[in-house]
């Protein structure tokens, strides 16, 4: 049995670049292979796309290897180092200094 990584939770709002599309989602977890993408309807499986969270952040292109609704499971095409993530996490609506302490440590991933 493969086990996946750990997942972190978050809330970030980031902007999906599908093609020529701009798309608002959210992603609701994340490891360093991939993240959960929330409240984007219309992905397939096999879609390529660009994640940006935001001025200053990282952005990352990823593949959509699953969906279920407005839900969609990505893997990044390279993986995000703790860094990243930890920036990612912190965001909330913006990156940098000011938003350093944003953390939101109350949601948590159904299994």
């Avoid at 609701?28 to 796309?49: C, E, F, K, M, W």
């Avoid at 959509?64 to 860094?83: E, N, Q, Y």
Wanted: charged share 25%; glycine share 12%; with cysteine.
């Amino acid at each position: 049995m493969k086990f996946r990584e750990p997942r972190a939770p978050c809330n970030q709002p980031v902007t999906v670049f599908l093609g020529d599309r701009r798309l608002p989602g959210t992603v609701v977890n994340i490891s360093p292979s991939g993240a959960r993408l929330a409240q984007v309807p219309g992905l397939l499986p096999g879609d390529r796309l660009r994640l940006d969270p935001g001025p200053g952040c990282p952005l990352c292109e990823a593949e959509v290897r699953w969906t279920s609704g407005p839900h969609a499971g990505l893997r990044f095409a390279k993986p995000l180092d703790a860094r990243s993530i930890a920036v990612v996490r912190k965001a909330g609506s913006g990156c940098g200094p000011q938003r350093a302490a944003g953390w939101n440590l109350s949601l948590r991933e159904l299994r």
